[in-house]
Every structure is written in structure tokens, then in C-alpha cells.
């Protein structure tokens, strides 16, 4: 038996501490965005930031080139001809050339580049060796500047290269790395372990009666990561106090997770521990259901240590709408990031009200209209398996032609981008 949707006072902007019965799904929302605040920053090395948030400034330390330099093969050349040669890498005085590659480091005195195609090296007078303009060359090819990128061409020393809040590609990594970055600060992103309990879940082949095929094993870190978490491991329990109580103090190896997200055991029958687990590790809920279907058992708390915990219900379903209802706020916030908006779009079909609760249904696209998918029972994926988002339909439910809330999935952000360059965020 489940209990009874309680909210459990916690500080936040939109949550009122008188408020005694189940927060709404938008408060829900709101109240996982913000119990966290962004975790610290950590240096990596510039391989390994691609795809983080720079949160400090990288700025060119030195001119960017550092040095002038030739653009071409040829001769480093002082004067307009022609030219005695000498030894490369040397001061030039008027009317000497010296031989340069491409890249190489101009030396003092020389004002321009000859590219080897246009000029030509006999031997003079006495021994020594003569450049000569080809008959052929270039208009142009000796005035000063020709062929040399000067120093700062690309940045001055002390500009901004990247600001902080960039999201690292790996073509601003390459550009850190030239401006002599060895370690970039970056936002850390949250560690996320999963608890998955039932001793009904097996996790292969073909389940007898009374046995089901673990659901979020297969699927869960790769959701993780896809709302901006890194994934800490996966351990399966049974349903004894005891392992609930392991599993949550985390004794696991390795350093303890930022969030803890366990499944099943969010109801009040005797094998459902996760409140009881979180009382005896002097832990606090923040969230004790919430009114909405499906996923109305969720639960979220905070451990003495700072660590957060959410539990999933066991229905597939109901476990990933309220993964994305307090999942994706609490790694948003501990990950720096702003809370998903949700996308105003025209319903297509009519959805009846459902007193007192807001209703996530994975939908699909046609056009312009969105429709609640088939087969989306609390404890089916089929449906949310072909959906391209979930609309979040208010208690009093949705007439068809009229405007309702949907927010993509975290595996469907073309649908996401696609939607949100034709019609208004909320
Ligand atoms: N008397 C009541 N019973 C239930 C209520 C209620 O209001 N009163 N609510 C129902 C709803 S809604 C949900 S959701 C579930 C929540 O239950 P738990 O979170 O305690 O989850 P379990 O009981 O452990 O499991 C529920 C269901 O999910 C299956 N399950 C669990 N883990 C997995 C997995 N890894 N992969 C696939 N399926 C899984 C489990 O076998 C059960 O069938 O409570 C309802 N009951
Ligand atoms: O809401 Mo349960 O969470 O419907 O399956």
C-alpha cells in the first residue's frame, strides 16, 4: 500500500511552507530545480573538457601567433634584389636572403617572404650565392609584409579567447590548447548512482510468471547522461531493510555519488524501505509524492552529507515521467544549467480532466499538432518508445485546437530544436 502524497516543507521561490498536500508536477519541478545549487568547478585537461561549460575565462597569455612567421616556402628577403644568401635564422642586412619554411620564425631584418616559385638562386660573383626574381613572378612579391603572418594576427595578448559559460566543442579546444591552456576550469557535472532493487527484477532471458525483465538497467545511464549526469555504477538489491540501508549509506567502492536514484520500493508494503532507509541515515524528505499520473509515488530527499536521493517508482513508466519531473531539475542545477522549458503546442485530440492532477503522456508529432501515444500504461515502454516528447496536461484536461505544455525527451532533442524555432517557450 502506498502512502498517502504528503510535501514535506523545503525552501524554495515558488513553494509555499504552509502547503501540506502534494506539490503539483510544476512544483515539483520547481522544488528539484531548486533544493541544489551548482556543484564547484574542477580542472581537466583540454582533451577531456569537450562537451563541459568553461567557467573561467580563457585568455590569450601571449600574442596569438607569438611570433611573425613565413606563410610560404622561399626566402626570408631584405630589400628588392637581388639578394646575396645567407645563413637561415640570421639578422638580414639590406640585400641578403636567407633560405625559410613554411611556419618558420622571421628573422630580424627581413621585411618579406619569397616564395620559392618566384625566384631562383645561381651562383655570383666570387663564390658567393645570388637570389634573382624570376622573370615570372608576381606583381608584388617583394613589398614588405608579403608572405609573413605577423604576430597577434589570430588574438593580442590579454584578449578573450573563450568566454566562461561556453559549452567546449572540439574546435575550442584545439584553440585553448594553441593559446598554451594545460588544464581548463569546467562546471563538474553531477555523479549519479543507481540503486535498482526487486527481488522479482531478472536481468536476462525470459521471465517466468511473477518474475519482470529489469526495465531501467539497460536504459538508465545512458538517460543520466543525457540530462548532464555522469554515471557512478548500477547495483541490484533485493527487498530487505538491510540492503536498502547499504545501498543508501553507499558503501560501495569509490567515492560517494552526488545523487543517489533508486527504483521500486516507493510505496508503503512491507518490502518498501526507502523512506525508512532515509529516516535511519538521518537523511530528510523533500518531496513525498507528487500530484500527477503517472509516477505519483516519487520521492526525493537529502542525506546529512549533501548527497540527494530519488526514488523512482517501480511502474517503467511512472519511473522515467518522474525521472524527467525531479531528475532532469536536480542535474540541471547541480550541473549549472537552466530548468527545461516547456514548449506551448497545439493539442490534436481531446484529453479529458483528471481531477487534481497533471497527466504526463508521451505524445507523438504530425504536423503541428501533438497526440498522446497508444500503450502507455503506467508499467508499459512501448509507447514512450516511439513518443517524440511528453505533454503535461493540466487537471482540467485539453481540448483539441487548444494550446498545451510539452517537453521533449532527453533522447529527442531534434524534436526539441526543431519545435522551438516555430512556436513560443512558456
Ligand atoms: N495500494 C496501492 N498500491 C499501489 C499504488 C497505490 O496508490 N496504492 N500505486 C501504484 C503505483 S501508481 C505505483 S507507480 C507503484 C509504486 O510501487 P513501488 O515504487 O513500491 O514499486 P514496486 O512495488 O517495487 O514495483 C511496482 C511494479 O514495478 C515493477 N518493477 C520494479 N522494478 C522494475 C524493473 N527494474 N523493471 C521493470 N519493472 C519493475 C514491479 O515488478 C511491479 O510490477 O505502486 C502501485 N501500487
Ligand atoms: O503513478 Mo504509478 O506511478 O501510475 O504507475
Redesign the pocket.
Known amino acids: 500500500m502506498l502512502a498517502q502524497a504528503t510535501f514535506i516543507d523545503v525552501p524554495g521561490p515558488t513553494v509555499s511552507a504552509e502547503r501540506r498536500h502534494a506539490p503539483s508536477w510544476a512544483e515539483a519541478r520547481q522544488l528539484a530545480y531548486h533544493c541544489a545549487g551548482p556543484l564547484p568547478p574542477l580542472n581537466l585537461r583540454p582533451a577531456d573538457a569537450i562537451g563541459r561549460t568553461l567557467t573561467a575565462n580563457i585568455t590569450a597569455s601571449q600574442d596569438l601567433p607569438h611570433y611573425a612567421s613565413s606563410a610560404m616556402d622561399g626566402w626570408a628577403i631584405n630589400g628588392n634584389g637581388p639578394w646575396v644568401m645567407t645563413t637561415a635564422g640570421l639578422p638580414l642586412s639590406p640585400g641578403e636572403a636567407s633560405v625559410i619554411a613554411t611556419g618558420g620564425l622571421i628573422p630580424a631584418g627581413a621585411a618579406a617572404v619569397l616564395r620559392k616559385e618566384s625566384g631562383v638562386v645561381v651562383d655570383g660573383a666570387g663564390g658567393a650565392r645570388q637570389l634573382t626574381l624570376k622573370p615570372d613572378a608576381k606583381l608584388g612579391e617583394t613589398l614588405p609584409g608579403r608572405h609573413i603572418r605577423p604576430a597577434g594576427e589570430e588574438a593580442s595578448a590579454g584578449e578573450v579567447l573563450i568566454p566562461a559559460g561556453t559549452l567546449l566543442n572540439p574546435a575550442h579546444i584545439a584553440l585553448a590548447a594553441v593559446a598554451g591552456s594545460d588544464e581548463l576550469q569546467v562546471q563538474r557535472k553531477p555523479s549519479v548512482a543507481v540503486v535498482l532493487t526487486g527481488s522479482e527484477v531478472v536481468t536476462s532471458g525470459e521471465p517466468a510468471p511473477g518474475q519482470v525483465r529489469d526495465a531501467f538497467g539497460p536504459q538508465l545511464d545512458t538517460v543520466i547522461s543525457q540530462l548532464g549526469g555522469e554515471p557512478r555504477g548500477q547495483i541490484r538489491i533485493g527487498d530487505s531493510y538491510d540492503e536498502w540501508l547499504a545501498a543508501l549509506a553507499g558503501g560501495q567502492a569509490g567515492s560517494l555519488p552526488d545523487v543517489t536514484i533508486t527504483t521500486g520500493g516507493?510505496g508503503k508494503s512491507g518490502t518498501d524501505h526507502f523512506r525508512d532507509a532515509i529516516a535511519a541515515l538521518g537523511g530528510r524528505l523533500l518531496l513525498d509524492g507528487i500530484a500527477?499520473?503517472?509516477?505519483?509515488?516519487?520521492v526525493m530527499a537529502e542525506l546529512p552529507d549533501g548527497r540527494f536521493v530519488i526514488g523512482l517508482?517501480?511502474?517503467p513508466?511512472?519511473?522515467m515521467?518522474?525521472l524527467m519531473t525531479l531528475g532532469e531539475p536536480l542535474l540541471a542545477a547541480l550541473g549549472n544549467r537552466p530548468l527545461q522549458s516547456a514548449i506551448l503546442m497545439t493539442s490534436g485530440a481531446d484529453i479529458d480532466p483528471d481531477p487534481g492532477r497533471t497527466r504526463l503522456m508521451p505524445c507523438t508529432l504530425v504536423h503541428d499538432l501533438v497526440f498522446p501515444a497508444s500503450h502507455t500504461?503506467?508499467?508499459m515502454m512501448r509507447g514512450l518508445a516511439w513518443a517524440d516528447g511528453y505533454m503535461a496536461v493540466p487537471p482540467a484536461g485539453a481540448a483539441a485546437g487548444t494550446p498545451v505544455q510539452v517537453l521533449p525527451l532527453p533522447w529527442t532533442t531534434s524534436f526539441s530544436s526543431e519545435v522551438r524555432t516555430r512556436v513560443p517557450m512558456v
Not at 500527477?292 to 516519487?298: D, I, N
Open positions: 516507493t500527477m499520473r503517472p509516477g505519483h509515488p516519487a517508482p517501480g511502474n513508466l511512472a519511473a515521467m518522474a500504461g503506467p508499467g
